[in-house]
């Protein structure tokens, strides 16, 4: 089975510093996408930032940015100046190219932030 | 601006009863569309997905099923719920090989 690993089941960070949260895939395709979600405690998933693997420039949304290196299979994300309101699940997914497949999600990380 | 819906939000059933969630999307035309679950403390496991109208793929093999009737409706059954259908249900929508975006979900539990 192709997964999707996040090593880090919690993480800690203070308020306006900055974290970066971890993610491993498996994949035997050389198209596929990769994405970011947040699950807040209303458990409503949030689309963060997607990375096509074809694009060699990391994908940038305002305080959140990914560091993409395919041939290492890794697909990190990191938060800026962290707020309060960036605490949640965060789930990194990949998805298939070429299809409509559904997304593989990891088990996802748990971001705490510290006033 | 595309909205997805689903209900109901919360649904508490014994062991056997029967089960039906309803997903619907506006705004847009044949969506893919896809049942997850999530069960206490984990990811997301993909369920069911569907490219069109009667077009179902299953992931998962159980007791659960769903259908399509109408372009922008995906419906989630089971005829006898067991325990372990017990979790978080999210619809999502998609267009072509792009991200998903899911509605807010429904919290099941079975008694």
């Known amino acids: 089975a192709q997964t999707v690993t996040q090593s880090q089941p919690e993480m800690s960070v203070q308020e306006a510093e900055t974290v970066t949260l971890s993610c491993t895939y498996d994949t035997s395709e050389s198209d596929y996408y990769l994405f970011w979600y947040k699950q807040p405690p209303s458990r409503q998933m949030i689309l963060v930032i997607r990375q096509e693997a074809y694009k060699q420039q990391n994908a940038t949304e305002n305080r959140f940015s990914v560091n993409f290196q395919k041939a290492a299979k890794s697909f990190s994300l990191k938060i800026s100046d962290s707020q309060l309101g960036d605490a949640a699940m965060y789930f990194c997914a990949r998805l298939r190219g070429g299809g409509a497949d559904g997304l593989t999600f990891g088990k996802g990380t748990h971001l705490i932030i510290q006033p | 601006s595309q909205t997805i819906h689903q209900w109901p939000a919360t649904l508490v059933q014994p062991v056997g009863s029967p089960l039906s969630l309803e997903c619907t999307v506006e705004?847009?035309?044949?969506?893919?569309l896809y049942w997850y679950r999530q069960a206490a403390g984990r990811g997301l496991q993909l369920l069911f997905y569907?490219?069109?109208?009667?077009?179902i793929s299953s992931e998962v093999p159980q007791n659960l099923s769903a259908s399509r009737p109408q372009d922008r409706q995906f419906i989630l059954s089971s005829k006898k719920l067991l325990l372990s259908d017990s979790g978080f249900y999210l619809c999502a929508w998609s267009r072509g090989w792009n991200e998903q975006y899911f509605g807010p979900g429904t919290r099941l539990t079975v008694t």
């Open positions: 569907s490219v069109g109208i009667g077009q």
């Open positions: 705004g847009t035309s044949n969506p893919n």
